[in-house]
């Protein structure tokens, strides 16, 4: 992840809502055009959500009445990637850049994930990486990731599980392990584990946040700032909400047809 700017924003702004999370991690990406764009660092939580990937059939990866039964909400992010499970234990991790070079999506995930696995280790854990956008230990999934490399910008985000309800997640993504005949991306299911779980005491969000802010600015060798929205991406995010995000249409279905040549911003 090579950049130019040794000051990044730092925006640490989570909604109530996971759709609304979600609209404002797709209007970061996209705004990302900006001629005074500087990378950003995102820091988020949600409450209780499965969030697909963009191209999966969601009732080949969820389990639609337990969720509906646990208050679990279901919904849809922008990018590729399998089902992931969010609540107030999983610290969620987005870093976005110009995208400024030649960049394939194996050597961005191996970049992006290397801020994690370092600020891992800084626990004391020492996990490996699996197939190119997760990290495990002891063969559990602790962190799994999705990216997006459009012509201007490079986006990667990351659940953490932190203190994650894992037997929730289990139930509600219980389809996951079931092997089904499908044309959509399918999840790979693997038994999961939390932060707290594999240090046998508790974690909190902040603790993983503050060792990630400071690999980001060693590692990476820039500064972060805390940072508010702007305008142009508090509207815009407003705009996906309201238009796409907060639709079961999009959320269930996809609906990928009717979004083609409307993501980009005017």
Not at 52 to 61: F, H, I, K, L, N
Not at 64 to 79: L, M, P, W, Y
Not at 166 to 182: D, F, G, H, Y
Not at 207 to 231: F, G, M, N, P, Y
Request: hydrophobic share 40%; with cysteine; charged share 25%.
């Amino acid at each position: 992840m090579v950049t130019k700017e040794k000051n990044w924003r730092m925006i640490d702004l989570s909604y109530g809502s996971p759709s609304m999370n979600l609209a404002l991690e797709e209007s970061l990406a996209r705004t990302a055009t900006q001629i005074e764009f500087l990378p950003i660092v995102r820091f988020w939580v949600d409450p209780k959500a499965v969030v697909v990937g963009r191209y999966q059939e969601t009732s080949a990866e969820v389990d639609i009445v337990k969720c509906s039964q646990h208050g679990v909400e279901v919904a849809r992010r922008f990018t590729g990637g399998g089902a992931v499970f969010h609540d107030e234990g999983t610290l969620n991790f987005t870093v976005i850049t110009k995208r400024s070079e030649p960049l394939s999506s194996l050597k961005f995930h191996e970049r992006s994930l290397r801020l994690v696995q370092e600020s891992l280790r800084r626990f004391g854990i020492n996990p490996s990486v699996r197939d190119i956008n997760s990290l495990v230990v002891n063969g559990r999934k602790l962190c799994g990731a999705a990216a997006s490399l459009g012509r201007n910008f490079a986006f990667w985000h990351c659940s953490i599980l932190v203190s994650t309800d894992t037997r929730l997640l289990e139930t509600v993504l219980a389809p996951s392990k079931v092997t089904l005949v499908t044309q959509f991306v399918r999840s790979r299911w693997r038994p999961v584990a939390t932060i707290a779980e594999a240090l046998s005491k508790p974690v909190t969000i902040g603790d993983v946040k503050s060792r990630l802010i400071t690999c980001v600015e060693s590692l990476l060798e820039v500064r972060l700032e805390a940072s508010r929205l702007s305008a142009r991406e508090e509207e815009y995010s407003r705009k996906l909400f309201a238009e796409k995000y907060s639709s079961q249409d999009w959320n269930l279905k996809g609906n990928r047809q009717q979004w083609n040549g409307k993501e980009r911003v005017e």
